[in-house]
């Protein structure tokens, strides 16, 4: 299966970024955390330039925290700025404001040696769905731009007031024209940021059986007691087929059924938490 998904939402949210990094003081970027280098946009490297970054490790619930950190020893390495954070409930806003101005100390002394009264601005940028306006709305202390479990909900761009004298702009999620690396596409249908209507969902099933019999041996069976972990992926596919009931009159598959539990298996975390990639693996 070759994914690609760019549809023309995302040329107009690449040009509104564009447009609007000239006068902004800093960018948030938000990465999740089972993905974190599918989630680095190549398309954002030449825009960003030189504004100073803040990387949010966003979704860090979802995976384990001593698999974290080689992520986070790997941004230290780089001397990246980042935070790790669930945005989903909020305790890490104090962390993340507090990192945001360290980011942009400099910049805050420029504005009080001038006597300038105006609130620092950051761009927050991401893929689809890494949570970029749940951060915002956890940050602002209340439900102040649209979210949800899929690619897509942002469609244009949002200035916020998270705090007196910081300003945030949610943009919509962005992928780059050609997903080169399908393992990279892959990974991104997984953590749902990719519009599951464009992938083959048998597809993503059969690569996430694949991946957890590899990566996280006993996960299968634990969640469907199949009999043979080590069969061919088909093999188990349909094994849970079976055990779901998921079989059509006349005794054939209900592939599409099938395939859609497991994706949203993967994705209720109820294969445990799943970090799919590490730094230096590619
Ligand atoms: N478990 C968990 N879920 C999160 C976290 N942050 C966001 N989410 C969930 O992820 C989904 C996507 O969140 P959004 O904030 O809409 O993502 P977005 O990046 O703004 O997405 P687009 O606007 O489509 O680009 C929602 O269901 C959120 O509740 C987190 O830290 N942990
Ligand atoms: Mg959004």
Same mark, same amino acid.
């Given at each position: 299966?070759n994914?690609?998904?760019?549809?023309g939402?995302m040329?107009?949210?690449?040009?509104?970024i564009?447009?609007?990094?000239?006068?902004v003081?800093?960018?948030?970027?938000v990465?999740?955390?089972?993905?974190v280098?599918?989630?680095?946009?190549p398309?954002?490297?030449?825009i960003?330039?030189?504004?100073?970054?803040?990387?949010?490790?966003n979704?860090?619930?979802?995976v384990?925290?001593?698999?974290l950190? #080689?992520?986070c020893?790997? /941004?230290d390495?780089?001397?990246y700025n980042?935070?790790?954070s669930?945005?989903?409930?909020?305790?890490?806003n104090?962390?993340?404001?507090?990192?945001?101005l /360290?980011?942009?100390?400099d910049? *805050? #002394?420029r504005?009080? =040696?001038?006597?300038v009264n105006?609130p620092?601005r950051?761009m927050?940028?991401g893929?689809p769905?890494?949570?970029?306006? $749940?951060?915002?709305?956890?940050?602002?202390?209340?439900?102040?731009?649209?979210?949800?479990?899929?690619?897509?909900v942002t469609k244009s761009?949002?200035?916020?007031? +998270?705090?007196?004298? +910081?300003d945030?702009?949610?943009?919509?999620g962005?992928?780059?024209?050609?997903?080169?690396?399908q393992?990279?596409?892959m990974?991104?249908?997984?953590?749902?940021?990719?519009k599951d209507?464009?992938?083959?969902?048998?597809?993503?099933?059969?690569?996430?059986?694949?991946?957890?019999?590899?990566?996280n041996p006993?996960?299968l069976?634990?969640r469907y007691?199949i009999?043979?972990?080590n069969?061919?992926?088909?093999?188990?596919f =349909?094994? *849970?087929? +079976?055990?779901r009931?998921f079989?059509m009159?006349g005794?054939d598959?209900?592939f599409?059924? $099938?395939?859609?539990a +497991?994706?949203?298996?993967?994705r209720?975390?109820k294969?445990?938490?799943?970090?799919?990639?590490?730094?230096?693996e590619?």
């Open positions: 299966m994914i690609n998904w760019f549809p939402h040329t107009k949210a690449m040009r509104l564009e447009e609007n990094i000239k006068i003081d800093a960018v948030i970027y990465l999740d955390s089972r993905a280098s599918a989630c680095m946009n398309s954002f490297d030449g960003i330039g030189n504004k100073p970054i803040l990387y949010v490790l979704k860090a619930d979802l384990e925290e001593r698999d950190k #080689k992520w020893d790997y /941004f390495e780089k001397k980042y935070v790790v669930n945005s989903a409930n909020g305790k890490d104090d962390k993340i404001l507090k990192e945001l /360290f980011v942009l100390d910049k *805050i #002394k504005y009080r =040696e001038k006597g105006t620092v950051a927050v940028i893929i769905n890494s949570g970029k306006s $749940t951060l915002i709305n956890s940050l602002c202390g209340g439900k102040r731009t649209i979210t949800g479990d899929r690619p897509g761009k949002q200035w916020l007031a +998270v705090r007196k004298g +910081v945030m702009l949610d943009t919509p962005t992928l780059w024209p050609k997903l080169d690396d393992n990279v596409a990974h991104l249908a997984f953590i749902g940021s990719i209507d464009v992938v083959d969902k048998n597809e993503v099933a059969l690569n996430i059986i694949d991946f957890l019999k590899t990566h006993g996960a069976t634990e007691k009999s043979d972990e069969a061919e992926n088909i093999q188990i =349909e094994e *849970i087929s +079976v055990k009931g079989v009159k005794g598959y209900d599409e059924r $099938t395939a859609s +497991v994706i949203d298996d993967f209720k975390r294969f445990g938490k799943i970090m799919l990639e590490y730094p230096y590619r």
